[in-house]
């Protein structure tokens, strides 16, 4: 619809020159999806991938809809993965979007500051990172503000066995660990921005990778730091599955959004007192 009325979808995130000095940026991009609310908050929509799949259309583009018929302006993250994915790649493509976004604020009539992000899968395990305020993985190494929230699904905390496979494919020839070695609950600190997450008991991608070692250990790092969050362990919502229609965790984007702007509003109101 936004094609088909001459609005701009696709946005390059690096310069002609930074593609010519690293040529896998080419494939960096994001997809605008105007909200109804002019001067808005903006969300940036992270899908998760498997290693030479990624998922911004199933999981991006149908949480963008529904993003827009709350009214929100989002942006779904087109980010590297595979062999492409070498020296931390997908987290400057995080803060590469962030960038981007908001110094072209006014042009995409949306507010710069306590955005969210929203992310899935693997995808939520870039996110917890680029989330948190460490110096060589969090926004602050990226020079970029903090979310206002993070909003995830069926989030990745560990690749626990799978690391060493993630390694040979994604970067055999690294100097030390990547992103993927990290587990986000450790970078938990309490100065980590409020959090709503979620998975399923009956999915099954996250038990290939040892369900313990996942949401349950978010959620005791959250409660342990003291961050704002709320967490929900449905019955029947399986990976993949990104807003969840037709099972238990159906309107959880309606319910994270809320959450998310009660947070932002109780910054304001504590920054105004």
Known sequence: ENYNSGIQITYKLYTDEEIAAVPTRQKAEIYYFPGSDPGGKFVLVIGGNAIHTSAEMREGVSTAEWLNELGYTCFVLRYRIGDQATDNAPLEDVSRAVRYITEHAEQFHV?????????YSSGGQIAGLFASDSDTLGYKA????????????????????????????????ADGPRYFDYNVSDYITPDYPPVYHWYGKNDVTLAKMYTPAQGRVIEKALVKNGVPHIFHHYHNAPHKIGPGRGTDAEGWITEAVAFWESQTAAKAADTAA
């Open 111 to 119: 507010q710069p500051e306590d955005y969210a992000v929203l992310a």
């Open 142 to 173: 990226y020079g970029v503000s903090k979310p206002g929230a993070l909003l995830l699904g069926y989030p990745v905390n560990n690749f626990f066995e799978l690391k060493p496979v993630w390694g040979l494919l994604i970067d055999p020839y």
